[in-house]
């Protein structure tokens, strides 16, 4: 297992070289550029979180990291290591179109999603929280490229090369609204970003706060028994970092204030979907 996440240190850190380099190369392309310095920047961090779980276990002798049944010899490294391989030998050649960057750039994702990958993320996620992080940027890290090619009609043909890869970590979103209307239209439009959970107050959303970790919050600031603002207080004395994972509904001229001196993420009533959608993963990718 040790051999493995070195291994996997490694192809991140190399993968992030790649994507900064072929950024370069289709600057005159804005948001393909801007597609390829997002996949960078997420290497990057995965290289920075494994080095620090991999710190993690180092330090501590008493965790077992040499399952039964783990091998990675040199004929599966060749394997995955091709598709990088074969980008990096086409970028070189300068003559490469977007379409056959994203080619290239969906069979590295497929090969880094194999199911050594999965499994290795697998076994570590419960017996280190460093783990959990990795596999949520994972997570985000392959939604990127998807939301990016459902938004192109022209290059959504690529997205059925994906292979359906194991969920490392299920991103969980809570809604915390007591307007039964409200509360199903956010779940319609959330639904592909993660799996739900729904509370009706400030109370209840406390409780939840309190035993689960969610990717992003999303809530209005009137409710019952305890209201979004003091429910927000309450949750960041006790959780320091979950400033950036609340998203709140307001129209509230003093609520918006507050939510400005805060760098607090909040959204004017009325809201356009896009809107909606585009703040929610912010803070997922930002948690």
Not at 102 to 112: N, P, R, T
Not at 170 to 179: G, P
Not at 238 to 260: A, L
């Amino acid at each position: 297992m040790r051999e493995a996440i070195e291994w996997l240190i490694h192809m991140e850190d190399e993968s992030g070289q790649i994507y900064d380099e072929a950024a370069k190369l289709f600057d005159d392309d804005i948001e393909f550029c801007k597609l390829l310095k997002g996949l960078a920047k997420d290497e990057n961090q995965h290289h920075k979180l494994l080095l620090k779980a991999q710190q993690h276990f180092e330090n501590s002798p008493d965790i077992s990291l040499e399952p039964a049944y783990l091998s990675l010899d040199d004929k599966t490294k060749r394997k995955i290591k091709k598709p990088l391989i074969d980008f990096i030998r086409a970028l070189h050649k300068g003559t490469i179109s977007r379409d056959e960057a994203l080619e290239h750039i969906v069979k590295i994702e497929y090969s880094e999603w194999n199911d050594l990958f999965a499994y290795i993320l697998g076994a570590m996620k419960d017996t280190a929280r460093d783990f959990v992080d990795v596999a949520t940027h994972i997570q985000q890290h392959r939604r990127r490229i998807e939301r990016f090619l459902e938004g192109n009609k022209e290059l959504a043909w690529h997205l059925k090369k994906i292979k359906p890869l194991p969920t490392l970590w299920n991103e969980k979103i809570l809604i915390i609204e007591n307007s039964d209307v409200v509360a199903n239209m956010l779940s319609t439009i959330l639904n592909e970003e993660g799996s739900i959970d729904r509370v009706v107050d400030g109370d209840e959303a406390l409780e939840k706060i309190s035993h689960t970790f969610y990717a992003a919050i999303i809530s209005n600031v009137d409710l019952p028994k305890r209201d979004g603002i003091e429910l927000y207080k309450i949750a960041l004395k006790k959780f320091p970092n979950i400033r950036h994972r609340f998203v709140f509904f307001t129209g509230n001229e003093e609520h918006i204030s507050f939510f400005k001196k805060s760098g607090v993420k909040y959204l004017i009533k009325p809201t356009p979907i896009d809107k909606i959608r585009g703040a929610v993963i912010s803070a997922i990718e930002t948690s």
